[in-house]
């Protein structure tokens, strides 16, 4: 599994925009009010986002990797990560769950969420492999405290309290995220809905105008991003 997993998480970014492509298989509906659906779908989806968005606020765990390998500076064990250990990897199987299930394809929902969450189950025991062997008895210790999956959700306040929450870092990491799932969400309503009526074209000004509000938001996110770099590198 170990073997496994850091192949996932070397070739994982080129296994999501797979992701993304399989929603749109044409397959069995899941119901036939979408709006429903739609609905439940998309409110899923969103608590996920915002598990990712806490925890990035909070205190941050880079999971590129050095290289495209699994690697650690330190370990940490604030903010969402003192109540469950993988709260980024929860807020994305919530993500690809909602998507799915947003989609209001079977396909999806009987390949795709089983198949996401054995990807990153073997992730996090090919991470878990590499922390044990670097931290020893503080990571098995860590592990004794906090679960894998189940996030605790006692102690809050206090993770709240004691931790500041930084918007700026949360809006610049996740901003290219956001933009993926907003822009796909929106392409599959738009896709679903001519499905059930057969013609898109008297909402099809709606799509295009969110389709260009979020590519706007996106780009102008990017740009201040890449500035305020630049200003960094020039001040040293």
């Not at 073997?122 to 492999?129: F, K, S």
């Not at 929450?165 to 392409?187: C, D, P, Q, R």
Request: glycine content about 6%; overall charge positive; hydrophobic content about 45%.
């Amino acid at each position: 599994m170990v073997k496994i997993g850091n192949l996932f998480f070397r070739t994982r970014n080129f296994i999501f925009p797979i992701f993304y492509l399989f929603l749109f298989i044409p397959s069995s509906q899941l119901v036939v009010n979408y709006k429903i659906i739609a609905i439940i779908g998309i409110s899923i989806t969103i608590i996920g986002q915002l598990i990712r968005m806490v925890t990035i606020g909070l205190v941050y765990v880079i999971r590129g990797g050095r290289k495209r390998r699994i690697y650690a500076e330190g370990l940490v064990t604030e903010g969402l990560f003192s109540h469950c250990r993988n709260p980024m990897y929860v807020g994305n199987i919530l993500m690809i769950i909602g998507l799915s299930i947003f989609s209001n394809s079977l396909l999806s929902i009987l390949i795709l969420i089983p198949l996401f969450i054995f990807i990153y189950q073997t992730i996090v025991i090919a991470e878990e492999d590499f922390l044990k062997s670097k931290f020893k008895e503080g990571y098995k210790e860590y592990c004794n405290r906090v679960n894998r999956w189940i996030p605790k959700v006692r102690g809050l306040n206090k993770t709240f309290s004691e931790n500041e929450f930084n918007l700026k870092k949360v809006i610049y990491k996740e901003y290219n995220t956001t933009f993926v799932w907003t822009v796909g969400a929106t392409l599959l309503f738009a896709y679903n809905n001519f499905k059930i009526k057969g013609d898109i074209q008297p909402d099809s000004v709606y799509y295009y105008s969110a389709l260009i509000f979020l590519s706007i938001i996106y780009l102008m996110t990017r740009f201040f991003k890449k500035r305020e770099q630049r200003n960094k590198t020039y001040k040293v």
